[in-house]
């Protein structure tokens, strides 16, 4: 079965500062994967997603993320953070049922610390 | 880009009462995932509604603490029954409103329980 590891729960880090939020997942099939961002007291916003094709991909708010298959992870990235940024950060990979549908697995989250 | 609403979006409940989330999609879906958020975790799956049909349950989770209704292709209901505090949570909605088949969810804004 699919699962997720996000290793850091919690990442503080200064503004204007790099950060990379780290994610693996084990599958023994092709995966989509996705990162998923919650705002306080918001719902999930969906950052940036792998289906296909090249390994690096960009999202919004300048995240991107690179796809490493003999790594089996997808870490987020940001060159430069704003104190907006600081939320919850999901990565998640897609599981089919035994139905045939799609839908996601979940990482635990990190939740991204900015400060002034 | 289609939008998911919920309500309510908080309440606060008393042990022992039932309370119904409604899920309202803005365009027909065949599929509607619940979610839960219990605090300080990542989501997991509680049941899958298609429309026509009973909704398919996660393990851990009953139909008859969590019925759900899908009458039509757009709206889609969870109660939770029966609630201790240990439900306190945040019961989130979503949809494939992507491409087909990549498992990619579109979320609305939860619905925040808070059980006395």
């Known amino acids: 079965a699919q699962s997720v590891t996000q290793l850091d729960s919690q990442v503080p880090v200064f503004e204007e500062a790099p950060v990379e939020l780290r994610c693996n997942y084990s599958s023994s099939v092709s995966v989509y994967l996705f990162w998923y961002v919650q705002y306080p007291n918001q719902g999930l916003q969906l950052l940036l997603k792998y289906l296909s094709g090249s390994t690096l991909v960009k999202g919004i708010n300048g995240f991107e993320a690179e796809f490493n298959k003999s790594q089996t992870s997808f870490h987020l990235r940001k060159p430069s953070v704003h104190i907006s940024d600081t939320a919850e950060y999901f990565c998640a990979v897609s599981v089919t049922g035994p139905s045939g549908y799609s839908t996601l697995t979940f990482g635990k989250g990190t939740m991204l610390l900015v400060s002034p | 880009s289609a939008v998911i609403s919920q309500k309510p979006s908080r309440d606060i409940c008393q042990r022992g009462t039932s309370l119904t989330i409604q899920c309202q999609v803005d365009?027909?879906?065949?599929?509607m995932f619940w979610y839960r958020q219990q605090p300080g975790q990542s989501l997991t799956l509680i049941a899958t509604a298609n429309q026509g049909s009973e909704a398919t349950y996660e393990s851990g989770f009953v139909i008859d603490k969590f019925p759900i209704s899908r009458p039509n292709l757009t709206f889609s209901t969870l109660t939770v029954s029966n609630m201790s505090p240990e439900d306190s949570s945040i019961y989130l909605c979503s949809a494939p409103l992507g491409a087909g088949g990549t498992g990619e969810l579109f979320f609305g804004e939860g619905s925040r329980l808070t059980v006395l």
């Open positions: 365009s027909q879906v065949t599929m």
